[in-house]
């Protein structure tokens, strides 16, 4: 699927830059040229760092008063490196402060959030909000952007060990000012991603909108709550209550997809109030599907995949993508079924195999849903029409046990038996990024 | 693959017969035959019956005092049919009392079971098993069988909503006298199903023996203690400390397979000690891995799956097989490529889907392993060489944070950093099983 030119989006750029916060070029501060271009030079940064692994497990045992040297007997007991981790950590760490020193070499003002701290006013504060980090750093800074008029930049902080496909080519990471300076020279593009809004109808869901600040205690204290609502009703007015909701949109976006799937922990919790009982089941997902309004049909599979053309290259690209090893045996059997005389050489092979993959990413700001059903279940009882394919809007109904609807890999929905998730796009949704050449 | 016969399966099954508790063939019950045929007649039979999805959603609600016509309307408002699942249960107990009416009538000692009181002590009261119910049923009745002599048969008691691979073919359902017949003459044949055991050693696991009875709570107690040990330890000691295990081999028997990865509730226990917190986050699966004492690899997916030929059609069939949809762009790339004329027909692409689908399933007495990485992450950082394949021996060692080895998607046990697996097969573990043919 070809790319899709952004360049429609320049003279949006240029509208923005001039009616926003966004400071107008300064011709003194890059070359000079006689027509102004859409440059983009920021005042007020905020960079958001990543928790190194480093740093995790540091934190985990904080509260057991464990020194450094503990620390490190502890990570060699379980196979890991306390020096390989810390290396990792110092490695990201001496790249923030690359893209520090960068930022307020130009006269821009820079504050440093660290993930956990990172909330609604920092974003208000900032006029740009650069992920320093890898991808999930980026999921997170993007989770709380919901203007599509400001600028999330991600740097990858540790391209060794993070794949960093939200993120500035690679050679930025150590060149920061080079990036810097084409952003002020406008030698880039603004490069809109769609994102995914979702509805939730029906019991078990909480549809009332949380502050994001507060989102976490908000969604356990109502998820808490929702959970004994029969019983407390019961005992406390005698009657039996379900509260059925209306069609809610949710205070989230998705940058790379919603994943739809039963929940590993799932009848335990119903069985005992232990919180820690470790008889996970890895249950089928059951539920009922509609693409573009049309007929339901029933599922059971390992989950359902429901990505932007961001994500396409996301968890969506593994879940449908082959190995070589499926191709040769398809074409293999093709060739023997088929009787014809195909040369099935290496190259061939890679080839398809490369073709194939290719074809199962597309355009970030292309505005179509692409959908994969993870592990269909066709047997005798159930069947699936389509294993993936584009939509405009999808409906899912949940059968399901215990299941949960999971966005960007990172915040999560009950979404059980009866509840009705409608999952669409919309243009004011989209996340303003940077797309620098290489 | 071509099913091996399992013929040389049939003198040890004569020796067995006249070596163990199994009564011997009466003739008069039976058509009379000059030479004693390997027929098969229990004297006192345990009938193992699985929870209904109505039975469940009862005793969900049976604290609350929720009262029939109560339960009638939460399940409306779910959108779920009080009289769908009532008339499925029906089916169930229907087909349950079928079962034990026809063993009782040629005079055997009945003990009807549910799921939840089964047990070592049923197990080793009976002389032979049948599971009343699902492939679910089987594997749970399976997993509380160690000896290799003790015959389990099982029996789908909802044909219309269960695919019961495990279970007999489902025209005995209603004529389970039949069954009983050809048992009797010995029209049937054995089937000893290999199955999987597991050695742990490393750090973060519990290698400690406990009574299968016991087996819930015990886990649990233990990886709560585990989870605390060191904060105990300081605090109690004022030394830190985590055990290092040595190879320990665990009391399960895996009938389909294990499955390795990650929890989905995974940092946020560590977070906080709120049970319900609903922040889940998608994690990626790192591990290296070991074929047949061949070099370790690094690798990251969703995790890995190891089945035997029985769960070959299970869990592991769904993560590897294609849908023609794939098959068709397969074929249909390999033709522009190679630049051949070949005839893509509907007829084509379902042939070579169904080749390609069957080639996955293999004996479920081949004592071989098949592995399989689901979804496996390959890119700058990982890379993997082969997606699948078959081996005696595996080895994996985790690198996750908070991973679990899953036995037959019934019971789990912890696998975080630093615990190594050795998967392999023993004769010994072998389940016997009957073949009835259609």
């Not at 389509?386 to 966005?407: E, I, P, Y």
Request: charged share 25%; aromatic share 8%.
């Amino acid at each position: 699927m070809a790319r899709r030119s952004v360049l429609c989006h320049g003279s949006r750029a240029i509208s923005l830059l001039y009616g926003n916060t966004l400071r107008p070029l300064h011709a003194s501060l890059c070359s000079a040229s006689p027509q102004p271009k859409a440059g983009f030079k920021p005042e007020k940064v905020a960079v958001v760092t990543k928790t190194t692994r480093y740093e995790f497990e540091q934190q985990r045992y904080r509260y057991a008063g464990v020194s450094e040297e503990d620390l490190k007997q502890l990570l060699a007991m379980k196979g890991s490196s306390y020096n390989g981790l810390l290396e990792r950590h110092n490695i990201h760490t001496s790249n923030v402060e690359h893209i520090v020193k960068s930022l307020k070499r130009e006269g821009i003002t820079v504050q440093v959030v660290k993930r956990g701290e990172y909330n609604e006013d920092v974003v208000r504060w900032a006029d740009t909000i650069i992920s320093a980090g890898g991808d999930g750093t980026m999921l997170l800074v993007a989770s709380k952007v919901f203007s599509k008029d400001k600028p999330v930049v991600g740097v990858n902080t540790d391209p060794e060990r993070s794949e960093g496909h939200l993120c500035l080519p690679v050679r930025y990471t150590r060149a920061f000012p080079e990036a810097l300076e084409k952003l002020c020279r406008g030698e880039f593009r603004w490069l809109w991603r769609q994102r995914i809004r979702l509805h939730l109808e029906g019991t078990g869901i909480n549809p009332n909108p949380v502050d994001l600040h507060e989102q976490q205690l908000s969604l356990e204290q109502h998820n808490q709550a929702h959970r004994f609502t029969s019983m407390d009703n019961l005992n406390r007015t005698g009657t039996l209550h379900e509260t059925f909701y209306k069609p809610s949109l949710l205070p989230v976006r998705s940058l790379n997809e919603i994943f739809i799937g039963e929940s590993l922990s799932s009848r335990v919790k119903l069985k005992s109030f232990k919180p820690h009982v470790n008889l996970l089941l890895h249950r089928a997902s059951y539920y009922e599907i509609s693409v573009d309004d049309g007929p339901w049909e029933k599922q059971k599979s390992s989950g359902l995949n429901i990505c932007t053309g961001t994500g396409s290259k996301a968890w969506s690209y593994n879940i449908n993508k082959l190995a070589e090893q499926a191709v040769e045996e398809v074409l293999k059997i093709g060739k023997s079924q088929s009787g014809l005389d195909i040369p099935l050489n290496q190259e061939l092979i890679e080839k398809v195999t490369e073709e194939y993959n290719k074809s199962l990413v597309f355009s970030p700001d292309d505005s179509r849903l692409f959908y994969s059903v993870r592990e269909p279940i066709v047997n005798r009882v159930f069947s699936s029409s389509r294993q993936r394919g584009f939509a405009t809007k999808l409906c899912v109904r949940s059968r399901c046990w215990d299941a949960c609807m999971v966005v960007d890999g990172g915040t999560s929905f009950e979404f059980n038996d009866g509840a009705i998730a409608t999952i669409s796009m919309s243009e004011e949704d989209q996340l303003r990024t940077v797309v620098l050449e290489n």
